[in-house]
């Protein structure tokens, strides 16, 4: 039951069969493919040059492997541009080693000249990138919408012996690039074109949330940030269970 209930959620997000390669002209409208696809092409993408560009490298303290609920290690970059600030992910479960080029490649295109801002959501295929070349986008094999409700969320590292130590450099990088993730505030979602919502179970996980001590700030007319669903439900039990410093890491992990 649980698998079947994966791939009717992921079902929300597009039509294509699970890990089918995609062109651009399928994950992107066209009224911003043009100007988005301008943006990612200022990104050196080969993993040489790429490596040289400002990073985070670390462990999270949310993101868990679905199916052997492994710890994740994650290396994001930041792209900024006059109307699309690119993030840029690579994510691999630990003890898989430290070959970024065979890491999952993910990115969020958010669209600041949107009311409200818009995010985009893209997963690439896992291989090697020739200089000046775009990696191509694959469907998704996570949904990432159940824990980007509004768009990028700010990076919650948890201490760990897996990777190096954030200096000081990094730490500043840190708060700097979560304020602008917060900046942003309420962010709509793209979604690819997808079958109408009207399996139960999917019209009940697309349940805006009301409690009180979360619409104050996740509620679409505030304009602080965008609303929380019932299939949020889990990455908020995470964030409840697990202490934070003024930094945002993680003090202990969640249990789950």
């Not at 670390?58 to 679905?66: A, D, H, K, Y």
């Not at 898989?96 to 959501?121: E, Q």
């Not at 009940?204 to 104050?216: G, I, T, Y």
């Not at 409840?240 to 789950?256: C, L, M």
Request: positive net charge.
């Amino acid at each position: 039951m649980r698998l079947l209930g994966l791939l009717s959620f992921l079902s929300l997000f597009a039509i294509p069969a699970l890990g089918e390669d995609l062109s651009y002209e399928t994950v992107l409208p066209e009224n911003v493919r043009s100007e988005a696809l301008a943006a990612l092409r200022k990104i050196p993408f080969d993993e040489k040059r790429l490596a040289s560009k400002p990073s985070l490298l670390f462990m999270s303290g949310e993101v868990r492997n679905l199916v052997k609920k492994e710890r994740m290690l994650l290396r994001a970059h930041f792209f900024p541009g006059p109307r699309f600030d690119t993030w840029l992910l690579r994510h691999s479960g630990e003890g898989k080693g430290f070959d970024f080029s065979r890491w999952n490649l993910f990115a969020i295109l958010v669209d600041k000249k949107s009311s409200p801002k818009k995010s985009y959501f893209l997963e690439f295929r896992s291989e090697p990138i020739a200089v000046g070349a775009l990696p191509q986008p694959k469907m998704f094999t996570a949904a990432c919408f159940s824990c980007h409700a509004s768009g990028p969320r700010v990076m919650r590292p948890e201490v760990s012996s897996l990777v190096p130590a954030l200096g000081k450099p990094e730490l500043d990088r840190l708060r700097k690039w979560n304020e602008v993730i917060s900046s942003y505030r309420a962010v709509e979602t793209y979604f690819l074109p997808h079958e109408p919502l009207t399996a139960p179970e999917r019209l009940f996980a697309f349940e805006q949330l009301r409690h009180r001590a979360c619409v104050a700030c996740h509620d679409g007319a505030s304009g602080v940030r965008a609303p929380l669903l019932r299939l949020h439900g889990k990455l908020i039990d995470a964030l409840i269970r697990s202490s934070q410093t003024i930094e945002g890491f993680y003090v202990k992990a969640d249990p789950h």
